[in-house]
């Protein structure tokens, strides 16, 4: 069954109601999030379980940094000056010597170590090809969720319930690009699938994506999240905004702003605030419209109570006699 079957109607992103988070709203833009600084330090590190002989685990190593190495030359030829031509083809060749070189001094790490020179070399291996991994995986992540009254999501990623949740519909140019995270294959990925996905294997390829960037610990999966994957930093958003939900402690004051920075959106958006169910730890969502009697005051000018006052002249009180 394709993806976009299964994918829900609305996805949530949970938020404080930062200055940050406002910019983002009336640009409509998202922001991809690089892995290392999301909570678990154990998401997105793939382990290599290995099931390849020392040989074709160095094949790996080497056609990794060799990548990675062509990548960057890439991306520094962008702003390097066309005057220096020769230089780019001196690097471009120079990628093989460099990988070469990593893998030497690698040999030479296991071969004068204290420990059995097959066994080292295999683990050398394995780090470094997890760590070539990471480095070949630098993207950005944005992070949804199925559920918009979760309590632990409004008290971990909503400010504790001062901040709001987005919710956003996904339309046919982003199904293929909304991904759902895996809460029960662990970190394991074969170095077999790292070699095939080298080889150009699409199969491959999809299943190492997947186990860097869509794998977490079963303990998250009250979160029920989806990834947008894409460059990091602030980018224009694919989804469609629908909604802004505000949380239980949200005050006044931040609902009004929210409401009407996003009152001459183009394609309007609809508006709710979390309740208390009574008796229980649920949560209700009801809707919040402009006419709402909390915000009849606002904008308020706190000069105008003063001038408001400033011709009332005060009777004087009576002397008390001497």
């Not at 291996?125 to 632990?152: H, M, T």
């Not at 080889?199 to 869509?214: F, G, N, T």
């Not at 006419?291 to 004087?316: C, G, I, N, Q």
């Amino acid at each position: 069954m394709e993806n976009w079957k299964k994918l829900p109607d609305r996805i949530y992103r949970y938020r404080d109601s930062s200055v940050r988070t406002l910019e983002a709203l009336v640009s409509d833009h998202l922001h991809y999030a690089a892995p290392n600084t999301f909570n678990d330090p154990l998401e997105s590190r793939p382990s290599l379980e290995i099931d390849l002989d020392n040989s074709l685990l160095k094949k790996i190593y080497k056609t990794l940094v060799e990548k990675r190495i062509s990548e960057e030359m890439r991306a520094a030829e962008k702003k390097m000056s066309a005057e220096f031509p020769d230089a780019i083809d001196h690097d471009e060749h120079s990628r093989r010597i460099d990988a070469s070189s990593l893998i030497a001094a690698l040999e030479y790490r296991a071969e004068y170590s204290d420990y059995d020179f097959e066994e080292y070399e295999r683990h050398l291996l394995q780090s470094n090809i997890e760590e070539e991994l990471l480095r070949q995986y630098e993207k950005g992540i944005v992070c949804f969720a199925q559920r918009d009254d979760c309590p632990l999501m409004w008290s971990h990623y909503g400010d504790q319930h001062r901040g709001i949740c987005i919710g956003y519909s996904i339309p046919a140019r982003a199904r293929g690009e909304i991904h759902k995270v895996d809460y029960s294959s662990g970190r394991l990925i074969q170095a077999s699938k790292v070699d095939a996905m080298l080889d150009e294997d699409q199969v491959a390829q999809r299943e190492v994506d997947e186990a860097v960037l869509l794998r977490k610990a079963e303990n998250w999966n009250y979160e029920q999240e989806w990834r947008l994957i894409g460059r990091q930093g602030l980018q224009n958003s694919l989804l469609e905004l629908e909604e802004v939900i505000f949380g239980l402690k949200c005050t006044a004051a931040t609902k009004f702003i929210v409401m009407q920075a996003l009152s001459k959106r183009k394609r309007s958006a609809k508006f709710f605030e979390m309740r208390e169910k009574s008796g229980v730890f649920d949560l209700s969502k009801n809707p919040l419209n402009y006419d709402h009697e909390m915000f009849t005051h606002f904008p308020v000018r706190y000069l105008s109570k003063l001038e408001a006052f400033a011709s009332v002249k005060l009777p004087r009180s009576k002397r008390s006699k001497q």
